[in-house]
T-cell receptor, first 111, second 114 residues
Framework: QKEVEQDPGPLSVPEGAIVSLNCTYS??????FMWYRQYSRKGPELLMY????GNKEDGRFTAQVDKSSKYISLFIRDSQPSDSATYLC???????????FGPGTSLSVIP | DAGVTQSPTHLIKTRGQQVTLRCSPK?????VSWYQQALGQGPQFIFQ???????QRGNFPDRFSGHQFPNYSSELNVNALLLGDSALYLC?????????????FGDGTRLSIL
Protein backbone atom coordinates (compact mmCIF):
# COMPACT_ATOMS: atom_id res chain seq x y z
CA GLN A 1 0.00 0.00 0.00
CA LYS A 2 1.36 3.42 -0.98
CA GLU A 3 1.66 6.07 1.72
CA VAL A 4 -0.57 8.52 -0.18
CA GLU A 5 -3.24 7.49 -2.67
CA GLN A 6 -5.01 9.78 -5.12
CA ASP A 7 -7.29 9.07 -8.06
CA PRO A 8 -5.21 10.03 -11.12
CA GLY A 9 -8.26 10.89 -13.24
CA PRO A 10 -8.41 12.45 -15.72
CA LEU A 11 -11.34 14.45 -14.38
CA SER A 12 -13.32 16.60 -16.82
CA VAL A 13 -15.95 19.11 -15.66
CA PRO A 14 -17.89 21.98 -17.24
CA GLU A 15 -16.98 25.55 -16.39
CA GLY A 16 -18.69 26.72 -13.20
CA ALA A 17 -18.90 23.24 -11.65
CA ILE A 18 -17.78 22.40 -8.13
CA VAL A 19 -14.74 20.12 -8.19
CA SER A 20 -13.89 17.68 -5.42
CA LEU A 21 -10.37 16.22 -5.24
CA ASN A 22 -9.41 13.67 -2.61
CA CYS A 23 -6.48 11.80 -1.10
CA THR A 24 -6.18 9.03 1.43
CA TYR A 25 -3.08 8.19 3.42
CA SER A 26 -1.82 5.45 5.70
CA UNK A 27 0.66 7.21 8.03
CA UNK A 28 -1.18 8.51 11.08
CA UNK A 29 1.85 10.65 11.99
CA UNK A 30 1.21 13.10 9.15
CA UNK A 31 0.29 16.49 10.60
CA UNK A 32 0.87 19.00 7.80
CA PHE A 33 -1.24 18.79 4.64
CA MET A 34 -0.84 20.66 1.39
CA TRP A 35 -2.41 20.96 -2.02
CA TYR A 36 -0.29 22.00 -4.99
CA ARG A 37 -1.35 22.85 -8.53
CA GLN A 38 1.01 21.97 -11.37
CA TYR A 39 0.64 23.25 -14.91
CA SER A 40 2.36 21.45 -17.76
CA ARG A 41 6.13 22.04 -17.82
CA LYS A 42 5.98 24.00 -14.57
CA GLY A 43 6.84 23.32 -10.94
CA PRO A 44 4.17 22.73 -8.27
CA GLU A 45 2.47 25.88 -6.98
CA LEU A 46 1.14 25.90 -3.42
CA LEU A 47 -2.63 26.34 -3.14
CA MET A 48 -3.49 25.39 0.42
CA TYR A 49 -1.53 24.54 3.58
CA UNK A 50 -3.19 23.21 6.72
CA UNK A 51 -2.07 21.80 10.04
CA UNK A 52 -3.96 18.91 11.67
CA UNK A 53 -7.70 18.41 11.16
CA GLY A 54 -10.23 21.00 10.08
CA ASN A 55 -11.25 23.22 7.19
CA LYS A 56 -9.49 26.12 5.52
CA GLU A 57 -10.94 28.42 2.87
CA ASP A 58 -9.13 30.72 0.47
CA GLY A 59 -11.22 32.32 -2.24
CA ARG A 60 -12.72 29.60 -4.44
CA PHE A 61 -10.66 26.88 -2.72
CA THR A 62 -11.54 24.94 0.45
CA ALA A 63 -9.29 22.30 2.01
CA GLN A 64 -10.60 19.73 4.46
CA VAL A 65 -8.59 17.36 6.64
CA ASP A 66 -10.10 14.41 8.51
CA LYS A 67 -7.26 12.77 10.41
CA SER A 68 -9.53 10.18 11.99
CA SER A 69 -10.35 8.84 8.52
CA LYS A 70 -6.91 9.67 7.05
CA TYR A 71 -8.66 11.57 4.28
CA ILE A 72 -8.11 15.03 2.82
CA SER A 73 -10.09 16.95 0.22
CA LEU A 74 -9.81 20.04 -1.93
CA PHE A 75 -12.96 21.72 -3.24
CA ILE A 76 -12.89 24.23 -6.09
CA ARG A 77 -16.01 26.38 -6.51
CA ASP A 78 -17.02 28.06 -9.76
CA SER A 79 -14.30 26.21 -11.66
CA GLN A 80 -12.60 28.06 -14.52
CA PRO A 81 -10.73 26.81 -17.62
CA SER A 82 -7.59 28.27 -16.00
CA ASP A 83 -8.01 25.69 -13.22
CA SER A 84 -7.12 22.96 -15.73
CA ALA A 85 -3.95 21.41 -14.30
CA THR A 86 -2.68 18.50 -12.22
CA TYR A 87 -3.50 18.73 -8.52
CA LEU A 88 -1.07 17.15 -6.06
CA CYS A 89 -1.85 16.42 -2.45
CA UNK A 90 1.15 16.37 -0.14
CA UNK A 91 1.82 15.80 3.54
CA UNK A 92 4.56 15.52 6.14
CA UNK A 93 5.01 14.44 9.75
CA UNK A 94 6.82 17.42 11.21
CA UNK A 95 7.60 20.91 10.02
CA UNK A 96 11.14 19.81 9.06
CA UNK A 97 10.27 16.49 7.51
CA UNK A 98 10.33 15.41 3.89
CA UNK A 99 7.14 15.96 1.96
CA UNK A 100 5.29 12.92 0.61
CA PHE A 101 3.21 13.53 -2.51
CA GLY A 102 0.28 11.73 -4.03
CA PRO A 103 0.48 10.83 -7.74
CA GLY A 104 -1.71 13.78 -8.76
CA THR A 105 -5.16 14.19 -10.35
CA SER A 106 -5.40 15.67 -13.84
CA LEU A 107 -8.31 18.15 -14.09
CA SER A 108 -9.80 19.68 -17.23
CA VAL A 109 -12.41 22.44 -16.98
CA ILE A 110 -14.31 22.69 -20.26
CA PRO A 111 -15.63 26.15 -21.32
CA ASP B 1 11.59 39.01 -5.34
CA ALA B 2 13.02 36.08 -7.28
CA GLY B 3 11.54 32.71 -6.49
CA VAL B 4 13.37 29.41 -6.70
CA THR B 5 15.46 29.25 -9.87
CA GLN B 6 16.86 26.11 -11.46
CA SER B 7 19.30 25.56 -14.29
CA PRO B 8 19.43 24.27 -16.91
CA THR B 9 15.76 23.96 -17.86
CA HIS B 10 16.36 20.96 -20.10
CA LEU B 11 19.25 18.54 -20.45
CA ILE B 12 19.90 15.53 -22.65
CA LYS B 13 22.46 12.91 -21.59
CA THR B 14 23.37 9.35 -22.52
CA ARG B 15 23.53 6.30 -20.28
CA GLY B 16 26.59 6.16 -18.05
CA GLN B 17 27.24 9.89 -18.11
CA GLN B 18 27.18 12.21 -15.12
CA VAL B 19 25.04 15.32 -14.66
CA THR B 20 24.94 18.34 -12.34
CA LEU B 21 21.78 20.33 -11.74
CA ARG B 22 21.71 23.68 -9.96
CA CYS B 23 19.26 25.49 -7.71
CA SER B 24 19.11 28.96 -6.19
CA PRO B 25 16.62 29.17 -3.33
CA LYS B 26 14.04 31.89 -2.85
CA UNK B 27 15.46 34.98 -1.17
CA UNK B 28 15.49 34.52 2.61
CA UNK B 29 15.38 30.71 2.42
CA UNK B 30 18.19 28.55 3.83
CA UNK B 31 16.98 24.97 3.28
CA VAL B 32 16.90 23.20 -0.06
CA SER B 33 15.18 19.93 -0.92
CA TRP B 34 15.42 17.98 -4.17
CA TYR B 35 12.68 15.86 -5.73
CA GLN B 36 12.43 13.57 -8.74
CA GLN B 37 9.14 13.59 -10.68
CA ALA B 38 8.66 10.86 -13.25
CA LEU B 39 6.07 11.39 -15.98
CA GLY B 40 2.56 11.05 -14.59
CA GLN B 41 3.76 10.66 -11.01
CA GLY B 42 4.04 12.88 -7.97
CA PRO B 43 7.45 14.22 -6.89
CA GLN B 44 9.59 11.85 -4.82
CA PHE B 45 11.93 13.20 -2.16
CA ILE B 46 15.65 12.72 -2.87
CA PHE B 47 17.35 14.66 -0.07
CA GLN B 48 17.39 17.90 1.91
CA UNK B 49 20.28 20.26 2.68
CA UNK B 50 20.60 22.72 5.52
CA UNK B 51 23.76 24.44 6.77
CA UNK B 52 25.68 22.74 3.96
CA UNK B 53 24.89 19.25 5.27
CA UNK B 54 22.54 16.54 4.05
CA UNK B 55 19.84 16.34 6.72
CA GLN B 56 17.41 13.79 5.32
CA ARG B 57 17.51 11.34 2.45
CA GLY B 58 14.84 9.47 0.55
CA ASN B 59 15.09 6.03 -1.00
CA PHE B 60 17.61 6.88 -3.71
CA PRO B 61 20.96 5.16 -4.42
CA ASP B 62 24.35 6.69 -3.74
CA ARG B 63 24.59 7.68 -7.41
CA PHE B 64 22.55 10.68 -6.31
CA SER B 65 24.58 13.17 -4.32
CA GLY B 66 24.36 16.84 -3.53
CA HIS B 67 25.98 19.89 -2.14
CA GLN B 68 24.93 23.15 -0.56
CA PHE B 69 27.06 26.27 -0.74
CA PRO B 70 27.47 29.06 1.83
CA ASN B 71 25.06 31.24 -0.15
CA TYR B 72 22.42 28.46 0.29
CA SER B 73 22.40 27.49 -3.39
CA SER B 74 22.60 23.78 -4.10
CA GLU B 75 23.65 21.20 -6.67
CA LEU B 76 22.31 17.75 -7.42
CA ASN B 77 24.76 15.31 -8.99
CA VAL B 78 23.79 12.03 -10.59
CA ASN B 79 26.47 9.55 -11.69
CA ALA B 80 26.28 6.56 -14.03
CA LEU B 81 22.98 7.72 -15.53
CA LEU B 82 20.32 5.11 -16.28
CA LEU B 83 17.37 5.37 -18.64
CA GLY B 84 15.13 5.36 -15.56
CA ASP B 85 16.70 8.60 -14.36
CA SER B 86 14.77 10.47 -17.05
CA ALA B 87 12.47 12.78 -15.10
CA LEU B 88 11.74 16.32 -14.00
CA TYR B 89 14.06 17.27 -11.13
CA LEU B 90 12.54 19.81 -8.78
CA CYS B 91 14.19 21.98 -6.19
CA UNK B 92 12.21 23.38 -3.26
CA UNK B 93 13.33 25.90 -0.67
CA UNK B 94 12.16 26.95 2.77
CA UNK B 95 13.38 28.78 5.86
CA UNK B 96 14.29 26.66 8.86
CA UNK B 97 13.38 29.44 11.27
CA UNK B 98 9.83 29.53 9.93
CA UNK B 99 9.48 25.77 9.80
CA UNK B 100 5.69 25.90 9.85
CA UNK B 101 5.74 27.47 6.37
CA UNK B 102 5.58 25.27 3.27
CA UNK B 103 8.25 24.79 0.62
CA UNK B 104 8.36 26.80 -2.59
CA PHE B 105 9.24 24.98 -5.80
CA GLY B 106 11.16 25.95 -8.90
CA ASP B 107 10.04 24.93 -12.40
CA GLY B 108 12.54 22.10 -12.52
CA THR B 109 15.15 20.66 -14.86
CA ARG B 110 13.85 18.15 -17.36
CA LEU B 111 16.50 15.44 -17.77
CA SER B 112 16.28 13.08 -20.72
CA ILE B 113 18.54 10.01 -20.90
CA LEU B 114 19.13 8.46 -24.33
Amino acid sequence: QKEVEQDPGPLSVPEGAIVSLNCTYSNSAFQYFMWYRQYSRKGPELLMYTYSSGNKEDGRFTAQVDKSSKYISLFIRDSQPSDSATYLCAMRETSYDKVIFGPGTSLSVIP
Amino acid sequence: DAGVTQSPTHLIKTRGQQVTLRCSPKSGHDTVSWYQQALGQGPQFIFQYYEEEERQRGNFPDRFSGHQFPNYSSELNVNALLLGDSALYLCASSNRQYSNQPQHFGDGTRLSIL
